[in-house]
């Protein structure tokens, strides 16, 4: 990366080394199971906003990590996101027939493919990010983090809350649909800073600091998205319109309002602010992922 890029041209630049390291590590269609080998490429290559990714490269580069040093974890965790995503969709799921603009996998190709896909996908996560170009310490370090992120305690937890809410048995507290986010949402995004800190070395403080600028922007991220359900197209989502109110979601305008939602994410854009203010001009690119996060369309 250009040290003189912009944040909005670093994060391009991002964007385009994610995309082809996914290419090359991901199994050619063609080779057998030539089936699970499509779909898992289906999942993974078309598109999205790559916000894990993106999030570790910012930490990372912000303290010196190189980006061959952050290769492996920002892989890693795009493709623990695009698995989840896979299972999400699942009729036992959210059952929907739209992501990014193009058929969920297991419309695509059929529901036991999507679910091999999304396990498969799991696994080389797990083997890419072995292979870190980190010192052994380092590598293990990141693979508990996005072990957790992703489990009980993180994003399968957050999953399972989100499913016992689902259908109105009974209203959430606030706290409790935020604990839920921070889940589902928030863990993984969390993670990702984490993974770029650790390869950089960052020292105890800075990732405390670190982590109240990720826990904002998970949260803010999950506000803007029930924003987005209620307010956006499906066209411009890429995804179906409008699912949340009509599965009775537990959702930030469906507990205190649309304008509340609002205030609430300004809230979270000043609580981000704040995190990475000592941090100095080092993390332009993390507040402009944040802003980001806050103002998306889709």
Not at 283 to 296: H, K, P, Q, Y
Request: proline fraction near 4%; charge should be negative.
């Amino acid at each position: 990366m250009d040290a003189a890029a912009t944040p909005a041209q670093a994060a391009t630049q991002w964007r385009q080394r994610i995309d082809a390291a996914l290419e090359r590590i991901l199994p050619p269609a063609d080779e057998a199971p030539q089936r699970l080998h499509a779909a898992m490429r289906h999942a993974a290559l078309l598109g999205g906003k790559r916000m894990r990714p993106l999030l570790v490269y910012a930490t990372g580069t912000a303290f010196g990590a190189s980006l061959e040093a952050l290769d492996a974890p920002a892989l890693a965790v795009e493709l623990v996101h695009a698995y989840s995503l896979v299972h999400d969709d699942l009729p036992a799921m959210d059952d929907d027939a739209l992501r990014r603009g193009q058929p969920t996998v297991h419309v695509a190709f059929d529901e036991a493919t999507a679910i091999l896909a999304g396990d498969a996908l799991q696994s080389l996560a797990f083997d890419t990010l072995a292979h870190a170009r980190c010192d052994a310490r380092a590598t293990v370090d990141m693979l508990r983090e996005l072990a957790v992120a992703a489990g009980a305690r993180g994003m399968c937890g957050g999953q399972a809350l989100d499913i016992d809410a689902t259908g109105g048995a009974r209203v959430l507290r606030i706290d409790e649909l935020e604990h839920l986010h921070a889940l589902k949402t928030g863990a993984l995004l969390r993670a990702s800073v984490r993974l770029g800190a650790i390869a950089a070395g960052v020292d105890a403080d800075t990732r405390a600091q670190l982590d109240r600028y990720a826990d904002a922007l998970g949260l803010a991220f999950q506000v803007r998205d029930d924003l987005l359900d209620v307010e956006g197209d499906s066209a411009t989502l890429g995804k179906t319109a409008g699912k949340d109110a009509a599965q009775d979601k537990a959702t930030f305008p469906a507990l205190i309002g649309v304008e509340s939602s609002r205030a609430r994410l300004a809230e979270l854009a000043k609580a981000m602010e704040n995190a990475l203010a000592p941090l100095g001009p080092r993390a332009a690119a993390l507040s402009a992922l944040g802003d980001l996060a806050i103002r998306r369309s889709h």
